[in-house]
RNA sequence: GCGGUCGUGGCGGAAUUGGCAGACGCGCACGGUUGAGGGCCGUGUGCCGCAAGGCGUAAGGGUUCAAGUCCCUUCGACCGCACCA
């Protein structure tokens, strides 16, 4: 064993022999319990970041510590290989997508191999080649033939700087995702999937999702957003149709005042056309266009609207309503039309103070005020004073202080119904079910569940991007190509200008084609799809990824599914992983899947940071981690960026723990080297311990340290993923095995077989590093061969332990007790023994409560 | 505004879920080794205090024999959604 620890070396030699053996490979008839292991796949950008290398060595801990603990173990890599970036650099530098993604791939794919992350190579996907686009193609047209992909004209959101359609979840905060350009509205035909007709099923699975972490199941389940209450009709006077509204409190219906539709409202034209308000509502919602979405968007925007010189009748008590236009009503969500409540919501309060509307309180907060004074150290009486009376003025107010009308306030808290009818008294809440009932029996509407979530459009007027499977024929409508055609190759002859429609209308080739059903000339779809639908599926490929027949084989999706470890970042919680399992849920539906929800247990990793921030190119703060895995090695910032912070926390980039984790490298090395060196020798000698009383004693602690060390790191990777404590474990064990070896009296044998087990625990986290150890000590095989040490539980007790004295709960002093005490031994003990008699000073002792192995409380006076 | 996560030494972070707060590491100080530096080995390191001792987990209150952990109030940080009727 070399004197110095040297990494590049050690390294590049182990990781070229892991490749040659084909020591990752996975064999589907191993024996083992199936485990399969997944990280989210990247984009191929170019070089590796810090995430990614956290996010793969997190993962990589675990399969190797899976692998084993005896498990037959999937842990697959591949590419998100379509996508925006490779556009524009061909646009930009004129080298061809598909060569820029595949140079990034080995690039990256390199860079992976150089970390030691341990992938089964051969399962590799990437989502642009065309033996993986022809089954996402094959998943839309099933899609389609599900009654679940359909086209739709539509308003869409268009960024003018990516001259792109952009989903929903792609418009953050009215701007484009990517380049944060305005984002602007425009007509087009668009190709759209029916995830909501699996929002309930989306919803309600996430209870079956116990080792998600909460906060994702909660983004989840907001951004479906299910909303229950009912849908009620108005009439319009001098109007055939009725007004349809959406609203979740019915209990409020007899406090309508007004009603508000949507500009984009079908009802609008017809309602004012020919009239005297047609040129100003017109004026009104041409005004609104030219607001981008980002001022639209936003929560502040003051309330504008229009009355469009109509009246709506309210079912309920026949009252007579203006109906007005306004920003604030959204056609894209209920009915695109509201009911408004201003004594009772606090959008349609501020917009009824500035329109001078009438304000009609329909829920009294009554008793059922906050009763502020329930905290004795409370502000005096504020109790008692009224319906609307004062209450502690610094508590929270469920009032909201308005100006004039002849409520001035809104009130959005539970109450008691007033003028209402036949309704007042009631608690609102049970009115709320009696007035649906009530309009129901009537025939004025019904109850209702409205969910956020809208269709997911999948059209990008884009290149690189799988191609959409669909033909336009005259007769036939549009009609998928057959599936024995699949795939439908990207064409290469394509012009890149950035401007306009889809590229591929610039190829001379791909549009014209037959009708798959008629035969006839037919145009071809020209547009793209969205490249979350590529990621939605690749867990499911990874498991037959080289199946050409079918998009995998039963027998093997039904051995590796679902997933039993996700692992990636949080800002995946909501769209891919909800597509995912839309996916999923659709493939189970149609009997492709036999799981229904992909991912059993999900990990979502913390944020690199550096300075305190996220590393970014505009804030010069990126770390490379090529540059310090050439200065420390791999194992060196693997062990560092498991250490510094649990996985699921963010993580601050410190070149000086870098140091400390190579540092540490460095100190089990020389430990190896030094204790494999005492060993040569004294190679005749039976042991070199001296023999003295205290040597037992010495070999006894080191064997304690090693078997502590055992169970903790098993119980912290297979567990709660603890790296960090895990490796704090390691280090506390080699500190232990210095201890013994400067101190004398651990016999070499003993020591050895410390050390090796040392390595084996440690080789999850540091590979390579382990592999040559473990040479090193006469082995031949690969470590990761090796079954998991096992731990001796009785290694672990002490003969004697000490423990703490507290008088009153705090601690005044310890003593040492026989292991094994019960708490009633070991608080009698206590009370009894001199240690306590003189921290007591004679006290009466009132009682003494012992927990084991830890303290006894000792009350007195 | 709504929803969520979280506040522990100079720093990153531990604390078996109600039982000795600060494990482990970084940093710092001192000692040893060394021609010197680096490296390595060792010791110390929450705060106040010479000490005895006292005080300490954002602040305040509560429950308990016992609270970083549970409950209430306040403050602060971060994340997600955001005119969703």
Redo the contacts with the bound molecule.
Sequence with gaps: MNEKYNAAEIEQKWQRRWEQDGLFRTDEDAPGDPFYILEMFPYPSGKLHMGHVRNYSIGDVAARYLRMKGHNVLHPMGWDAFGLPAENAAIKNGIHPDVWTRENMAEMRAQLKQLGISYDWEREVATCSPDYYKWTQWIFIQFFKAGLAYKKKNPVNWCPSCETVLA??QV??GACERCGTAVGKKNLDQWYLAITKYAQRLLDDLERLGDWP??VK??QA??I?R?T?AEVDFEIEGFGEKLR?????PDTLFGVTYMVL?PEHPFVEPLTDGGEYEAPAREFIGKLQYLNDID?????????GLFIGRYAVNPVNGKRVPIYIA?????????????A?PAH????F?FAVKYGLEIIPVVDPGGLLPDATQ?T?GDGPTQGDGPFGSHDPK??SPWVAGLKGPSPRVFVAEGRMINSGRFDGLDNKDAIREITAYIEERGFGCGSV?F?LRDWLISRQRYWGTPIPMVYCEKCGWVPEKEENLPVLLPTDVTFSGKGESPLTTSASFRQTACPACGAPAEREIDTMDTFLDSSWYFLRYTDARNEERIFADGKVKKWMPVDQYIGG??H??LHLLYARFFTKFLHDIGYSPADEPFTRLLTQGMVLKDGKKMSKSLGNVVSPEEFVERFGADTIRLFIL????PE????W?E??V???Y??I??VW?LAQGALADGAGAETQEHNGDGSPGAAEAEKELLHAMNAAIKKVGADIGGRY?F??A??AI??F??AA??AR?GGGVRQPALRDAVEKLILILSPFTPHVCEEMWEAYGHTGSILLEPWPAYDEGALVRGS????L?I????KG?FTVPSGLSAQELADMAAASEEAKKLTGGSAIV?A?G?PG??V?I?VK
Excluded: H
């Design positions: 929903n979840e953050v905060d909460g906060n909660t983004m907001n951004w957003g909303s209450g509204i959406y609203t979740t409190r949507a639209r968007a936003s929560a502040t925007l003051e309330k504008d920003n604030y009503v959204l056609m894209d969500y209920g009915t695109g039309a509201i009911m409540v919501d606090t959008r349609d501020d905290e150290q508590g929270p409205n956020r949080v800002e919680a909501i250490f510094a912070s649990p926390k963010e993580l601050e410190s000086a723990g140091e400390g984790s540092r540490f460095g100190r020389r603890n960090n404590t490796i704090s280090m506390e080699v500190n210095y201890k400067e332990e000490e423990i703490a507290q009153n709960g705090k601690v310890k009682k409560i927990v830890r303290l409380n009350v």
